[in-house]
């Protein structure tokens, strides 16, 4: 062995890095060697000099303090548990409260009350002469309609229009509508425009807008269920429109019109001048 | 039992076996301290104190396959440096004062001791002090270095070597 194995493996042996059997090994080695042994015993004399002295009373101290502090933490430990749930349950609870939450919601919008809403605005109609004062319900939105009747959404901004409280928006709803193709939904906001429209003008507009297409079996019906709802210019414009269609459907209604002391003497007229023709 | 199937009893709570680890682990953690904290005995049983109140603190982060002695370790020098920065602060705070005369109360032997280690360069006091106070193998020190274990090995034999010289110069 060379000087500096020997001192390789006395660094072994002192820091405890030797695995027993090469403990005894070199044990006996150094038995052999008396100047291994003697470098042996020096490394041993200065590694035993790091020794540090403990004083018991601090060490009893440390142990009253780290014996005080663990049975503090148990203690701790132990309350904590008590009250601490369990993770999964944690989770269960969470998740039923998500789901029972998800499921009132739903429940509550398919009861939910689907009542329809109607608003209305109330204005005053002021007449130059003497004063009369009109107070007429405008009808402004109605909810769900649009829903009910399915309509396309190029229609419904004209139908809305026809809404509007302004008369002349209502008009150039009614003269738009003339250049497209009537269908169903346009004919019912037509008719109930006609027979509600406050406006005799917005009236002879759907007039206006409906005799070119008074051919039709469902712009006479419409023309004909709304004579009893209008008057004046507006009713006699109508009467034309139906005599000039040749409509037999209107005669009955005519000749009620006829009867009626309200009618327009004018209108009524007309509707005998009509009805000759008619029989002739 | 193992040090390391102890601390898994102590990660699955049942915390009394850490009066097992303390028992076995005290005398090598306090004189750690006492030489880490220039002979201050009182300082080192505090800090052994806060070592074992974060092995409990912390008793999840063992891993399952860890070696306990580096994990202690690697807390151990945590603390140490804790304590060495709030030192420096209560140095800081206390140099406005101006002292007369100081005394500084060593004992033989510990004197002896520190002029050997302070004469030695860091990374050889540390691997000594790891395998005096520590016990620790070639390969547990690599472990905590993070070093290989023939760089271990080296150092060791050369803190050893500087250990005899100083020894015999000194006394």
Partial sequence: MTAREIENSATNYITGNMSEGEKIAFEQMLEQDEKAKQKVNELLLAWNSLEISTDPMIVDEMDHDFYSMLNNQISTHEASKIYRMHPVMYWLISTAAVIIFIIAFFIGKNTASSQEIIKYRVAQIMKPGPVQTKVVKVYLVRNNENKKQNITDQQAPLIAQLQSVYSSKRISAVLAMGHRELNTSYLKALDSALKHDPDPNVQLAILQTLQPKANSYEVQRLLINALPFVQGTVQSSMVDILLEKKSKEAIPEMLTLLNDDNTDYHTQGQIRLGIEEFLN | ????????????????????????????????????????QEASKDNVQQVFLRVIKYRKSFKDDGDFKVWLYSIAANVKKKEFISQQQRNNALSAYTVDNSYVTENDNYKLIHEILQRMPVQYREVLTMSKFWGMKYEEIALAQQCSVGVIKTRVYRAVQILRNAYFKLI
Avoid: H, P, Q, S
């Avoid at chain 2, 390391?4 to 306090?30: P, Q, T």
């Fill in chain 2, 1 to 40: 039992m193992t040090d390391e199937a102890l601390m898994i009893c102590i990660k699955n709570d049942d915390l009394e076996k850490a009066g097992l680890l303390y028992e076995r682990y005290k005398i090598r953690l306090f004189k750690y301290f006492v030489y880490r904290t220039f002979n201050d």
